[in-house]
């Protein structure tokens, strides 16, 4: 079983970057596969990336594609996802997930309590 607690989030003007981190407890947490997810107000939780136990292998949903990179570093229990040339439909509550390699919500175990992040234009 793994916990997980994001941070990170925060206000930032179109065209900035924000870091997120999500921190987890659990020494199994290099066994598993990571994603990040998001969900604005009155919409469903979306895809936004993912990436395998090891970091070898990385996925992005199209609209963050070019903009959001996902990483790891297993030897300090974290995932990143790195977010630049933010735009105001990237606002969202941003969540960390783990056990599960998809793009639906629904196939990860656990879950983080989310990161709030708002674009201004």
């Known amino acids: 079983q793994v916990q997980l607690v994001e941070s990170g989030g925060g206000l930032v003007q179109a065209g900035g970057s924000l870091r997120l981190s999500c921190a987890a407890s659990g020494r199994t947490f290099s066994t598993y596969d990571m994603g990040w997810f998001r969900q604005a107000p009155g919409k469903e939780r979306e895809f936004v990336a993912r990436i395998t136990w090891s970091g070898g292998n990385t996925d992005y949903a199209d609209s963050v594609k070019g903009r959001f990179t996902i990483s790891r570093d297993n030897a300090k229990n974290t995932v990143y996802l790195q977010m630049n040339s933010l735009k105001p439909e990237d606002t969202a509550l941003y969540y960390c997930?783990?056990?599960?390699?998809?793009?639906?919500?629904?196939?990860?175990?656990?879950w983080g309590q989310g990161t709030q992040v708002t674009v201004s234009s």
């Open positions: 997930s783990a056990g599960a390699y998809g793009t639906s919500w629904y196939g990860y175990p656990y």
